[in-house]
């Protein structure tokens, strides 16, 4: 059991991360079940076999994270986090996969998933991933992000981008400070906020509170529409 699990072991289930875990093979659904189980503030509520019963289960036990494989018969994953993602906005969806091809990460994300990790993830990265995204916070692996950013780096490139459109986008980015562009940057560029918090000698919070006003002034609904708004006006190398 972690140190988180010991200090979580009281915590009344009511407070607990409802987990629904979906994957295609049921010893890997008992592997992530058991090792989930064990964290004090994490409650496996569901399991599910493919994309249909993920749907289902999802409507039925409104989980509140949802691990989500994505090469599954019936219906995969992707479409599975997209209907998930319309039909149930609080629920957020982790896809955990062996898949790593550049349009299948970006499908993902597209439809909706919040964090992206690979199979080969360990341990502590699965459960740290769960909790950041349970907190809204967007989690993949370096080089899953380098692959979205790559692709909607192409998207921005190929977009045509209307004349009277880009003064307003441009306006907007000068109003920020040189610290919230150097934020913003960082978040194209894929960090965290804790990797951010690190590399500007700042307190993870107050990061926060960087991005919160940067997505209010930009009037982005999320990092991921904040790292498109710098990397199509070039603010990103």
């Known amino acids: 059991m972690?140190?988180?699990?010991?200090?979580?072991?009281?915590?009344?289930?009511?407070?607990?991360?409802r987990l629904l875990i979906v994957d295609d093979q049921p010893l890997v659904r008992r592997g992530l079940a058991l090792m989930l189980s064990l964290e004090g503030d994490m409650e496996v509520v569901g399991e599910a076999g493919d994309g249909v019963e993920a749907v289902e289960q999802a409507r039925r036990l409104r989980p509140d994270v949802v691990l989500m494989d994505l090469h599954m018969p019936r219906k995969g994953g992707v479409a599975a986090t997209r209907e998930i993602a319309v039909s149930l906005p609080l629920t957020r969806v982790l896809v955990l996969t062996t898949l790593e091809a550049d349009q299948t990460v970006f499908d993902a994300v597209r439809a909706g998933a919040l964090g992206y990790l690979l199979k080969d993830a360990t341990e502590r990265e699965v459960v740290d991933t769960v909790?950041?995204?349970?907190?809204?916070?967007?989690?993949?692996?370096?080089?899953?992000?380098?692959?979205?950013?790559?692709?909607?780096?192409?998207?921005?490139?190929?977009?045509?981008?209307?004349?009277?459109?880009?003064?307003?986008?441009?306006?907007?980015?000068a109003e920020l400070s040189e610290k919230?562009?150097?934020?913003?940057?960082?978040?194209?560029?894929?960090?965290t906020n804790?990797?951010?918090a690190g590399m500007l000698f700042l307190a993870e919070g107050t990061v926060k509170n960087y991005v919160s006003r940067i997505m209010e002034r930009l009037q982005a609904g999320s990092r991921t529409e904040l790292a498109v708004m710098a990397l199509r006006q070039r603010r990103v190398e």
């Open 194 to 196: 804790k990797q951010i």
């Open 131 to 173: 909790r950041a995204v349970h907190r809204g916070e967007s989690r993949m692996t370096p080089q899953i992000a380098r692959k979205v950013l790559d692709q909607f780096r192409r998207l921005a490139e190929l977009a045509p981008r209307p004349e009277y459109a880009e003064p307003q986008a441009d306006d907007l980015l």
């Open 180 to 191: 919230e562009t150097k934020v913003l940057q960082l978040i194209a560029e894929g960090k």
């Open 2 to 17: 972690t140190k988180a699990a010991v200090m979580n072991s009281e915590r009344p289930a009511s407070q607990r991360i």
